[in-house]
């Protein structure tokens, strides 16, 4: 069969799979803890659940206007307001399924043939394919563990190119849990304003699970990058509403209408009922969300406590999301392995019970992903094989 130049070059999912590696597993009857989970384990709050169900029985089930309800667009405007002090007006919004979906209407719309996004590494594993998908090429700028993988503005500036169409920012960022601080985020606008021809994208989707302080956006401490800037955002993280399918994303509304164009033939917009329910979550009460983070940065110091005690794992406990960023260069070789073998690493994991994301799928190697979206007791047993594997004894389970 012959397929579309657009998808040769773009990678199947190394989570996907491992999640199905998984799924085998447990059919199979054999017990493995999961530490890959990219999505809340608390359910949507009650009263978000409700709102769907007052929007299905009144009969709000036709198609949806293709940018986003009025009271949903409303309610993500005065999200922006409370949040950020940003504001925004009814055309600079569109509500997609998904903010996945909202990243991948900005590509769409605005990459050619060999236009250049510039993504600071590691990476969450999706944007590099969507830029390819969207004809574009991604260029990656390294952060560290030692610097709490804050983005360094020289490096950024080298990456800059007269093709560079975006950069990316993601903070709180998967799977590093870093959150940009004031100091890189002033580093980074001062190198925008060398470079007029470059927009941002910041997917703020963690933005909700901050453990030390609020999370700031760009805008806040550069407002002048106003008309070069789309903030992405939803309610799948910090709504628990994963399976709702439901993002949204502001910036210049000439932007917005070039994205909502690629919507139009594509999804025709986000479901009537998930509009309604997050029209509620973000207009209700917000004390779930509140005690999801609060049960967030708990386990992260649960975890942050059994890493310590592993000898030859590094890692900086993270100030924000679910997950935690494990360097693991040190340990591999003491087990037989290549320091960047991490997917061999994570093999044997499996085999001791405990599946986790290999860092390659980061662009990471030599690290590993721990997901802290699970139950205590989860991510106590799972630690304590993963100590277990470093120190060699796999066998004696
Ligand atoms: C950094 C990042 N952005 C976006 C998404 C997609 O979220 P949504 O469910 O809103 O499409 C994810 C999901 O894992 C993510 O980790």
């Given at each position: 069969?012959?397929?579309s130049?657009?998808?040769e070059g773009?990678?199947?999912?190394i989570i ?5 590696k998984?799924?085998?597993l447990r ?11 990219g999505?809340p384990?608390?359910p949507?709050p009650?009263?978000v659940?409700?709102?769907?169900r007052v929007a299905?029985?009144k009969?709000?089930t036709r198609?949806?206007?293709l940018t986003?309800t009025?009271?949903?667009?409303q309610?993500?405007i005065?999200?922006f307001i409370?949040?950020y ?10 509500v997609s ?6 990243i ?8 050619d043939q060999?236009?250049?996004v ?10 590099p394919d969507?830029v390819r ?8 700028v ?6 709490r993988f804050?983005l360094?503005?020289d490096l950024?500036?080298?990456a800059i190119?007269?093709?560079?169409k975006?950069?990316l ?11 940009y ?7 980074v ?8 021809h470059?927009r941002i994208?910041?997917d703020?989707?963690?933005?909700h ?8 956006n760009i805008?806040q ?6 008309d070069r800037?789309?903030i992405?955002n939803?309610v ?6 994963t ?10 509304p000439e932007?917005?209408?070039?994205m ?5 033939q ?9 509009q ?9 009460p917000?004390e779930?969300?509140?005690a999801a983070c609060?049960?967030?940065r ?13 000898h030859g ?7 924000g999301a679910f ?11 003491e ?6 073998e991490?997917p061999?690493f994570?093999?044997r ?6 599946a ?10 030599g690290f590993?992903?721990l997901s802290?979206?699970?139950?205590d007791?989860?991510?106590e047993?799972?630690l304590?094989r993963?100590a277990t594997?470093v120190a ?6």
């Open positions: 069969m012959s397929l130049r657009r998808i773009v990678g199947t999912s996907l799979a491992m999640l199905e998984e799924a085998t059919e199979q009857g054999i017990e493995i803890i999961s530490l890959t989970a999505e384990d608390f949507t009650r009263h659940v409700a709102a769907a299905m029985d009969g709000d198609y949806p206007p986003g009025a009271a949903l667009k309610a993500i005065g999200k409370s949040d002090g940003l504001e925004f007006g009814l055309r600079s919004i569109i399924t998904g903010s996945k979906q909202a991948y209407n900005a590509f769409m719309a605005t990459l060999g236009d250049e510039v993504i600071p590494k590691p990476y969450w594993t999706s944007y969507m998908v969207a004809a574009g090429v991604p260029i990656f390294e952060t560290h563990v030692s610097q804050q360094d503005a950024l500036n080298h190119s007269p093709r560079t975006w950069i920012l993601n903070s709180p960022g998967n799977p590093t849990g870093a959150i601080n004031e100091e890189t985020l002033r580093g606008a001062e190198v925008l304003r060398r470079h007029q470059v994208l910041c703020d989707i963690y933005e699970i901050a453990f030390e302080q609020p999370v700031r805008l401490v550069a407002p002048d990058l106003g800037c789309l992405v939803g799948s993280k910090a709504y628990a509403m399976g709702w399918r439901l993002g949204y994303a502001a910036g210049p932007l917005i209408q070039a909502a164009v690629i919507q139009s594509s999804t025709s917009g986000a479901s009537t009922l998930s309604a329910a997050a029209v509620a979550a973000l207009t209700g917000q779930d969300r509140i609060e049960a967030y708990r386990r992260r110091d649960l975890v942050a406590s059994h890493l310590l005690r592993i794992l590094d890692f900086t406990p993270p100030d997950y935690v960023l494990v360097d693991c260069r040190e340990a591999l070789p087990i037989g392995l290549r320091k960047d991490d061999a994570v093999a994991l499996f085999e001791a019970g405990v986790v994301i290999p860092g390659t799928a980061f662009g990471a190697p590993i992903r802290f979206a699970t139950a007791a989860q991510i047993r799972g304590v993963l594997v060699g004894r796999s066998d004696s389970l």
